[in-house]
């Protein structure tokens, strides 16, 4: 029975340490700006300045045949694959945008970066790209992302945003903000660009 408690004190120090590493680190990341312009019950509405990006382009249709290959290319690029070898700190959120045609993923650069400072990637399929602004409806939820809740909560969003009468303008983006190894407060988003004025 001692044992026991052994091991469970140890598994409960252990936890205990990942969940401060996991916390501080997740303090520490860089978030894409925005600004939230509204907020419903079960959504809000935002605004996300132009922001530079590093991109790759897929002819995968959803999350899963995406998130791996395009996570690693990307991270490639900032961890010194590129022509300098520079290592560029990762932000937060990853975001994949899906359609019926295929599909994008990208890394938000550190807001101290223009486009002209970033050096370029060693891989071709790595693009560095700098967006418009935009207004979007954003949904959140937790856990871990899969196709399936992906597309729930899109649905969702879609239905909310539709009873509001507020008007679609583009596809929409899954933003994932843990990385792989957080088993707990996990945050994701689900957002689609819309027709909004202020």
Do not use: C, H, W
């Given at each position: 029975m001692k044992g026991f408690y052994l091991v469970a004190g140890i598994a409960f120090v252990f936890l205990m340490i990942q969940s401060y590493k996991v916390v501080s680190s997740s303090l520490k990341t860089e978030n894409q700006k925005y600004r939230v312009v509204r907020t419903e019950a079960q959504f809000e509405i935002r605004f996300?300045?132009?922001?530079?990006?590093?991109?790759?382009?897929?002819?995968?249709?959803?999350?899963?045949?995406?998130?791996?290959?395009?996570?690693?290319?990307?991270?490639?690029?900032?961890?010194?694959?590129?022509?300098?070898?520079?290592?560029?700190?990762?932000?937060?959120?990853?975001?994949?945008?899906?359609?019926?045609?295929?599909?994008?993923m990208s890394f938000v650069m550190p807001e101290k970066y223009k486009e002209s400072d970033l050096p370029k990637p060693n891989d071709s399929g790595v693009q560095i790209v700098k967006s418009s602004p935009q207004y979007v409806a954003?949904?959140?939820?937790?856990?871990?992302?899969?196709?399936?809740?992906?597309?729930?909560?899109?649905?969702?969003?879609?239905?909310?945003?539709?009873?509001?009468?507020?008007k679609v303008a583009g596809e929409y983006t899954f933003l994932g903000y843990n990385a792989p190894f957080q088993f707990w407060s996990r945050k994701n988003e689900v957002i689609i660009p819309i027709e909004w004025k202020e």
């Open positions: 996300y300045p132009s922001a530079t990006f590093a991109k790759i382009y897929s002819t995968g249709t959803n999350y899963k045949s995406v998130a791996n290959s395009g996570f690693r290319k990307l991270a490639g690029y900032i961890f010194g694959g590129n022509e300098q070898k520079q290592s560029i700190a990762m932000t937060a959120p990853v975001r994949i945008e899906m359609s019926d045609k295929g599909s994008t954003a949904i959140t939820f937790g856990g871990y992302a899969d196709d399936e809740k992906i597309k729930e909560k899109r649905d969702q969003l879609l239905k909310l945003i539709q009873e509001k009468g507020i």
